[in-house]
């Protein structure tokens, strides 16, 4: 098992923390009546059966609401199975493919062999939570402008 905060260093930055909600509009009330404000936008990203809705809560952080789209998605058997709650910690790296590479050589287990198209059109992949003391960490590189 590894120290979760082995991973970071000055060009990782916490991009957002993910909570799963079994109902979108009743989760974003619930974050707006504690002081977070929400984008118009929900996005949702079919590959991985989920509604996303994000709210900064500082300069660099985001909170990301995850709603189970479908019925056999990832998110939806995570309700099943543990309930609504936090769901994973986010890092911006600036190179996702070369950040796995890294930590697969240290021994970290990843959830995908290759890094995968996630919302927000970003590069990602997952640190599986056996190799960071039960916390899935989830790894972003933003898109490449064009």
Known sequence: MHN???LLNEDCLLDHVAVVVKDLKAGKKLWEEIGLTFSEEEE???AQGVTTAFAPMDKN???ELLCPYGEDGPIHKFIEK???GIHHLCFKVPDVKAKCNELK???FKLINEEPVIGAGGCLVNF???KSTGGVLVELSQQPKED
């Open 44 to 46: 949702v990203v079919e």
């Open 4 to 6: 979760a905060l082995e």
């Open 61 to 63: 952080a985001n909170l």
């Open 105 to 107: 050589e240290k021994g």
């Open 127 to 129: 640190i599986h939570p």
């Open 82 to 84: 543990k309930g609504e």
